[in-house]
């Protein structure tokens, strides 16, 4: 860990293989390839391009709390519709799957997270991307420092960079500008939002202040690494990718992480609030210590799961939605657990399939419910009428003993009485007898 860290400290950026296990990668990449599936690329036609601003609209910038999908370059076709399979027609997914994706914030929030080590003691993180660089035409990113579109005072900004597949350097490993980390932010060069925005000419919404860089003096070392593997990115350091020019992809899972003490600038293109406790921008020790605020059921589909984390896998303090999110996630479990019992091998589902299963699953646990009320009734119905005909009899019993013991008085007490009367006499006799002898 040592030499890691020496080696963040004197280049900017330090590489430590097999960060991440087989099983953790697949995770990653079977919940990626389940957003791609269940998205309609006609709700989404944003391009994300680096080498000029094409996402800055207002899609883009309200994608802090959510999970936004942002296509390559020439894609489209003039009819806006996609030419090649959505597949491999992204060029990344973001900026909120460290929140709204399980398996993302289980890797986001493992203790495997690096920030006490580099000194970030109390580290919030405002986005997280899926990045895919797909074959032939993955494209480029310029030179940059990531503080440029992360702007915090004091700027310690620092990037999680996992590779989910080789990065080579035919297919668009990161390239590095050893040590440039310590010349500051260049030019105070910043990704700012446009104050003007929206205006009349078509003007982007995200803008660019103070003087353009020119990263071609530093001396440049490309840095391929192994699946698993993850490379720590200072704010600061200049650092690139070229084209995806072979035959297989790059998918990476990166995202950023600033000291909860920052000013945040509220002119960067993200919108944070670092002092409120905020769904989307967990603090990390917190989330150390409570990796999962509830447990949120995963269902077949993606659309669900991301509405029951956003909706219902955070804590409120009205007791009133406390209960109802509650009371979703217990619906939804359950939902879950029978919607597996019918369907083991099925572990993903379209949308529509899902809403199809779930509807019939309710209408089935609807008329379970209503036999069931209808049993307790008839239930309760049939035990009173037990109860009322065992009062009945018991009411008769009850009466008979009385009448009986009524009799049996009588009889006793006359019986009693002709007793007491035949003693008398013989009393009279005996003493009759006795003053007859005197």
Not at 153 to 167: C, H, S, Y
Not at 298 to 303: E, M, Q, R, W
Not at 332 to 337: C, H
Request: hydrophobic letters at 40%; glycine letters at 6%.
């Amino acid at each position: 860990m040592q030499n890691i860290i020496e080696d963040f400290e004197k280049n900017g950026y330090a590489v430590i293989d097999d960060f991440l296990a087989e099983d953790e990668i697949q995770s990653l990449r079977t919940a990626c390839h389940e957003l791609v599936e269940d998205m309609n690329p006609n709700e989404h036609k944003t391009v994300f391009s680096t080498i000029k601003i094409t996402h800055g609209d207002d899609y883009f910038l309200t994608s802090g709390d959510k999970i936004r999908y942002f296509f390559e370059e020439g894609v489209f076709n003039e009819d806006g519709n996609l030419k090649y399979d959505k597949h491999v027609s992204l060029n990344k997914i973001g900026h909120a799957l460290h929140v709204l994706s399980p398996e993302f914030r289980k890797v986001t929030f493992s203790d495997k997270n690096l920030a006490r080590a580099i000194n970030l003691k109390d580290p919030v993180i405002p986005q997280s991307m899926y990045i895919f660089k797909q074959p032939k035409f993955g494209g480029a990113v310029i030179p940059h420092q990531d503080g440029t579109y992360l702007y915090a005072e004091p700027m310690k900004v620092v990037g999680m960079w996992i590779a989910l597949e080789d990065a080579t350097l035919e297919n668009g490993c990161l390239w590095f500008a050893p040590g440039s980390h310590k010349c500051g932010l260049y030019g105070n060069y910043r990704s700012v939002r446009n104050p003007e925005w929206p205006a009349k000419d078509g003007s982007s919404s995200v803008i660019y202040e103070g003087t353009k860089p020119n990263y071609d003096e530093h001396t440049w070392k490309p840095v391929p690494v192994k699946k698993g593997s993850l490379i720590v990115i200072d704010g600061l350091v200049v650092h690139k990718s070229e084209r995806n020019t072979s035959e297989r992809s790059r998918h990476i899972y990166t995202f950023h992480m600033v000291e909860n003490s920052s000013k945040w600038s509220e002119r960067n293109w993200k919108k944070v609030s670092f002092a409120q406790t905020d769904f989307v921008y967990f603090s990390l020790s917190e989330q150390l210590k409570m990796p999962h605020s509830k447990n949120v059921p995963k269902t077949p589909s993606p659309a669900i799961n991301n509405m029951l984390s956003e909706r219902c896998g955070k804590r409120y303090d009205n007791p009133i939605k406390e209960g109802l999110a509650n009371f979703i996630l217990i619906i939804f479990t359950l939902i879950t657990k029978i919607y597996g019992y019918l369907h083991p091998n099925k572990s993903y589902a379209s949308h529509r399939y899902w809403i199809i299963s779930c509807s019939i699953i309710s209408f089935a646990l609807i008329v379970l419910v209503i036999l069931a009320y209808q049993l307790l009734i008839w239930s309760a119905f049939l035990l009173h009428s037990i109860l009322y005909y065992f009062a009945y009899l018991f009411c008769l019993f009850g009466a008979g003993l009385g009448v009986a013991g009524m009799v049996f008085f009588d009889k006793g007490a006359k019986a009693s009485e002709g007793f007491d009367k035949r003693a008398s006499e013989v009393g009279s006799s005996v003493r009759d007898h006795v003053q007859k002898f005197n």
